[in-house]
């Protein structure tokens, strides 16, 4: 059974860039029926969608955190990893990994569990 | 980016009543809407996706309709494991975006 756990830091301070890395276990990353995305959700709040990654390392990323942001892959590893830099109290928010199943029809499939990172100094 | 609004943002009703939410899209967006529902501390759970189709395990007591800008996720029958807040998202467009939540309580 496919799992995806995300990994990094729970605080960050404000300026400084946030890594988090999602582990894909019990299945391969390296597949083409799938986009490896990152959504996060602030506190109490509702979700938005950051970006994705697919298999040969195209990707998309939310204009309103495009400047901010990179996704990246290790297929080596069975990982994709999040980069958000000069983060501000605003990006405190558990963030997820999620797998976007690809097809005529397309949904959000599989989640992690979510981490909460915390924007402070 | 297309916008969800999702009405209400919050409902209370009582067990075994009918219950239903909506989602009404800035744009139109085919059918290419799904649902989700998210309890405490936990992600969002897939109900519905190409706006009605039941995703599998989920109970029948759920089902989604619609296309183009309106659509409607019900509870035939409420029941206390529903309570949660529930969204959608639109995956016709790049950027994908979600509603922004309808908690429901017993």
């Known amino acids: 059974q496919v799992q995806l756990q995300e990994s990094g830091p729970g605080l960050v301070k404000p300026s400084e860039t946030l890594s988090l890395t999602c582990t894909v276990s019990?299945?391969?990353?390296?597949?083409?029926?799938?986009?490896w995305t990152w959504i996060r959700q602030p506190p109490g709040k509702g979700l938005e969608w950051i970006g994705y990654?697919?298999?040969?390392?195209?990707?998309y990323y939310n204009p309103s955190l495009k400047s901010r942001v990179t996704i990246s892959l290790d297929t080596s590893k069975n990982q994709f990893s999040l980069e958000l830099t000069s983060v501000t109290a605003a990006d405190t928010a558990v963030y997820y990994c999620?797998?976007?199943?690809?097809?005529?029809?397309?949904?959000?499939?599989?989640w992690g569990r979510g981490t909460l990172v915390t924007v402070s100094s | 980016a297309i916008q969800l609004t999702q009405s209400p943002s919050s409902l209370s009703a009582s067990v075994g009543d009918r219950v239903t939410i909506t989602c009404r899209a800035s744009?139109?967006?085919?059918?290419?809407l799904a649902w989700y529902q998210q309890k405490p501390g936990k992600p969002p759970n897939l109900l519905i996706y190409?706006?009605?189709i039941l995703q599998s395990g989920v109970p029948s007591r759920f089902s989604g309709s619609g296309s183009g800008t309106d659509f409607t996720l019900t509870i035939s029958s409420l029941q206390p494991a529903d309570c949660a807040v529930y969204y959608c998202?639109?995956?016709?467009?790049?950027?994908?975006?979600f509603g922004g939540g309808t908690k429901v309580e017993i």
């Open positions: 990654i697919y298999y040969s390392g195209s990707t």
């Open positions: 190409d706006a009605s």
């Open positions: 019990g299945g391969s990353i390296n597949s083409g029926d799938y986009y």
């Open positions: 998202q639109q995956f016709d467009i790049y950027p994908l975006t």
């Open positions: 744009q139109g967006i085919n059918k290419n």
């Open positions: 999620v797998r976007e199943k690809l097809g005529f029809s397309r949904f959000f499939d599989l």
